[in-house]
């Protein structure tokens, strides 16, 4: 035994523990083929570039990749000069002293990390310190911001180019958890958590190492891991921040200072808004700000086990603005309170998570062949002859979705019986759907789904997620009460997706095409539309009643959601006809009285201040004279998306007030 403790003991003693770190850090490196080959090609003769600017989120992997072109290069004879952006002053002196051996090097390969930390020496490398640079050197510089258009000016676009990191591919993702040995089925369910981040990959591939019994399934939110993520991701910029504030932006998908005000209502909104959005892991997102995903999920579970209460709280207050956003006619609420609700059967067919890789785009030249041959092959050739029309006629009702390098990945075809083509009403599928929910169109708006098809194979159906909620979003009925979904019933998540939301099956309505059974499957949100059951599910979740049940038993509440109903469509007759607030033997009528009623109300619930005329302008514009968008109507009363909408929603209120309390004094 001695002899052979010998034997193992001579090589180990050969190398420094910095060596050691290194093997190892080697052995665990996995992916990133097509970016190491663009860097390598850098460090060989006719190299592309000669600055090399990396970026991408906190824990994507931007360091690992500098590390390994590091001991690439040093194996074909480079001087690697490491810089680390959180060891090193900000200051130019700092940075002289760093680059001073560099350059004096025949072959120097300089590696700026962290440079999150010192972009204020952006101006200051590029005319002083990098120009005196050997001319067969290489520069790469990784941060997480989207590097500074100076970089590509002013003669620098011709040696400098930049590389963003992404998500890990799956099978990319699978290796690196094998490096940290994991093999069993536990690598599919972290690979799924981990969403792409070799940090979070790492960290959980180490705890599933050493815990037999650990899995993301059974505890992703495990104290030592999540502690992990927060000190290596985002602690060093969360000095001095409050709780609260980024509790809502780990919450809600989008935060603005609309929504800041109205859930932290003894807060500061702007300033808030403000140290929100000078986060280096915080990303604008249409009118807001975003986290990146995993410092979302980071920080969500470490709220959520510190202070539980505070964040149940946030969320319903969260869910309660974006509600009330959202009957006042705000188009797309339907994803962001999508994104509170946690079920994850739910989640598999009505959500927006898949954004992250994926985007919904229109029809282009050459989707419908290549549909057509995806059917033909499948064996559905009846099934496509009938979707032709759509392809041909009517594709403004077709959603596309593709990938980050514009793959076909799926598509949906949905319309309401507003909207729906009129050869529709041939269709095999949708014509007794269109015959059937017609019949009940004076309970509501219905939408119906003719195809929502994934071509990814994706168990977690991100992109079926997204199929279904663009099929809302581009039927005409954005809040509608039915929704007529076409079910395989060999599809179990599609079946179980249909039980959980309380679908019924419409047996009567079910197609045979091509031997194929498609079932077909109705959902009834309730009087208060999608909108409603998705806050209600919300408020499930969070152990709370329905909130439409609390409302007083008096008839106040009820008529100021008919007020408000009837502003939303005061230009949709066949709506305004079935208004409780309508009177009247005839539809004709019925309209007439309603729309007076509002008029009248518009005219008499305002005073006579500027912001009070502000407020009624926007509400006839809006509303009563809402011949065009929403977005062309803030455009001409010359408010911000932000501030029309939140004065749109006052401006509803008083006037639901106003009727109201007219109604209960008479």
């Keep these: 035994m001695a002899d052979k403790g010998q034997a193992t003991a001579g090589p180990r003693a050969e190398r420094t523990l910095g060596e050691l770190i290194d093997l190892r850090d080697d052995g665990r490196f996995v992916g990133r083929t097509a970016e190491l080959g663009f860097l390598e090609a850098c460090l060989g003769n006719d190299p592309p570039a000669s600055v090399v600017l990396v970026y991408g989120p906190a824990g994507i992997g931007k360091s690992s990749l500098l590390r390994q072109l590091a001991r690439r290069a040093r194996t074909r004879a480079w001087d690697v000069f490491f810089i680390e952006g959180r060891e090193l002053p900000p200051t130019p002196d700092a940075m002289e002293a760093a680059l001073e051996a560099a350059q004096s090097s025949p072959r120097p390969l300089v590696l700026i990390d962290t440079y999150e930390r010192m972009t204020a020496l952006d101006g200051y490398l590029r005319r002083e310190l990098l120009p005196g640079l050997p001319g067969e050197g290489l520069v790469v510089i990784a941060g997480r911001g989207t590097p500074d258009t100076a970089w590509f000016e002013s003669g620098w676009h011709e040696v ?67 502690r992990s993520l927060i000190r290596r991701v985002v602690e060093s ?83 309660d603005y974006l509600y009330e956003r959202g009957r006042i006619g705000d188009p797309v609420i339907a994803i962001e309170l999508a994104h509170l609700i946690e079920n994850p059967t739910i989640k598999w067919g009505f959500g927006w998570e898949g954004s992250i890789d994926y985007r919904m785009d229109v029809v282009r030249r050459g989707d419908a062949e290549f549909v057509k041959s995806l059917f033909t092959q499948r064996g559905h050739p009846d ?134 059974r498609m079932e077909c499957h109705r959902i009834d949100y309730g009087p208060g539309g999608l909108l409603a059951a998705q806050r209600a599910r919300v408020y499930q979740e969070l152990g709370l009643p329905n909130p439409q049940s609390e409302a007083p038993a008096a008839q106040l509440a009820v008529d100021g959601e008919a007020v408000r109903e009837a502003l939303r469509n ?97």
Excluded: C
């Design 160 to 226: 400098a180019r930049e590389l963003e990191l992404t998500a890990l591919a799956d099978t990319d993702a699978l290796g690196l958890l094998e490096a940290h040995g994991v093999t069993d089925r536990r690598a599919p369910a972290i690979i799924e958590w981990a969403e792409g981040s070799p940090l979070a990959l790492a960290l959980a591939g180490d705890t599933a190492a050493r815990d037999a019994d650990w899995s993301p399934a059974e505890g992703a939110e495990r104290p030592e891991i999540v």
């Design 237 to 319: 910029e969360l000095q001095g921040e409050r709780l609260s504030a980024l509790g809502v932006a780990a919450t809600a998908r989008v935060t603005t200072v609309e929504l800041l005000s109205a859930v932290l209502r003894e807060s500061d909104a702007e300033e808030a808004y403000e140290r929100l959005r000078r986060l280096s892991f915080v990303e604008p997102l249409g009118d807001g700000l975003t986290l990146h995903e995993l410092v979302r999920k980071t920080l969500r579970a470490d709220f959520r086990r510190r202070d539980p209460e505070r964040e149940r709280e946030l969320r319903r207050r969260i869910v």
């Design 383 to 516: 099934w496509w002859h009938y979707s032709a029309r759509f392809w041909a006629e009517a594709p403004e009702r077709i959603g596309v979705a593709r990938d980050r390098e514009d793959r076909f990945s799926g598509f949906t075809i949905s319309m309401s019986p507003q909207t729906a083509p009129d050869f529709a009403t041939s269709d095999p599928l949708l014509g007794p759907w269109l015959e059937h929910a017609q019949a009940s169109s004076h309970l509501g708006d219905a939408v119906l789904w003719r195809d929502s098809i994934d071509l990814t194979g994706d168990p977690r159906g991100r992109v079926q997620a997204m199929l279904g909620m663009a099929g809302i979003l581009r039927s005409g009925a954005p809040n509608p009460r039915f929704a007529y979904m076409p079910i395989d019933p060999g599809m179990r998540a599609a079946v179980s997706f249909a039980q959980v939301l309380g679908a019924v099956h419409l047996e009567e309505l079910d197609v045979v095409l091509d031997s194929r």
């Design 570 to 666: 005061f230009r949709v007759p066949h709506e305004l006809a079935r208004s409780p607030l309508a009177h009247g033997e005839t539809v004709d009528e019925r309209v007439a009285g309603v729309r007076q009623l509002l008029r009248d109300a518009a005219e008499r619930a305002f005073g006579d201040s500027d912001n009070e005329r502000l407020l009624q302008r926007v509400l006839v514009r809006g509303y009563l004279e809402s011949e065009s968008s929403h977005e062309l109507a803030a455009e001409e009363l010359n408010l911000s998306r932000a501030a029309y909408f939140r004065r749109l929603r006052a401006g509803a209120e008083r006037v639901a007030e106003y009727l109201t309390y007219r109604r209960s004094d008479s």
